[in-house]
């Protein structure tokens, strides 16, 4: 996958028609809950096959501009609660699978990060935004032209720090990065 800006929700959809697909969107309720708080920085972090991507997908398709996902959660516990609608599809999201990036790109992952997300903006935004600028000034002036919040989600964020034994310039230069 690698990097998506406003993704739609075909991740989420293929793992809702799994035949062992069970219900998580009570995440959701609790992210919610932290949306506009100082807790609005949030890690899951679990052991490897615990479902963290499948969550990526699920939060994905919540919170997406990029799609319309109200019929797709209709059915799950999120669709009780009385922020259902207030929060669903209404940010600009950016997924970045950080594992399938680093696989290509080697000792460049963040630019190579930066790179892609630019390439999104671009198709999105075309010549409205200045791409001179660093990319937290890109996003604020996503978040100034559109009035959109934006949920970032780094799947397999910690890849970078399991997999690369040059921790003095790659890691620390991921982790700035993250900063």
């Known amino acids: 996958m690698g990097l998506d800006f406003n993704p739609g929700n075909d991740s989420f959809t293929k793992d809702t028609n799994g035949k062992i697909y069970i219900d998580k969107t009570g995440l959701l309720k609790h992210l919610n809950s932290c949306l506009k708080t100082p807790e609005c920085c949030i890690s899951l972090s679990h052991a490897r096959r615990f479902g963290k991507s499948q969550a ?3 939060i994905t398709a919540y919170y997406s501009l990029g799609c319309d996902s109200k019929a797709l959660f209709s059915d799950f516990e999120i669709a009780s609660s009385p922020d259902f609608e207030v929060h669903l599809n209404k940010y600009n999201v950016i997924r970045v699978d950080v594992s399938s990036i ?5 000792e460049n992952i963040v630019n190579e990060i930066i790179t892609r997300i630019v390439r999104d903006f671009k198709k999105a935004y075309g010549n409205r935004l200045d791409y001179d600028k660093s990319i937290n000034e890109l996003i604020y002036d996503i978040y100034e032209l559109s009035g959109k919040a934006f949920v970032i989600i780094l799947d397999e964020w ?8 040059d921790k003095e310039q790659i890691v620390h230069g991921y982790l700035q990065f993250l900063h």
């Open 102 to 106: 680093a696989d290509f790109s080697g």
């Open 56 to 58: 990526a997908g699920m």
């Open 158 to 165: 910690d890849c970078i720090i399991r997999n690369y034994s």
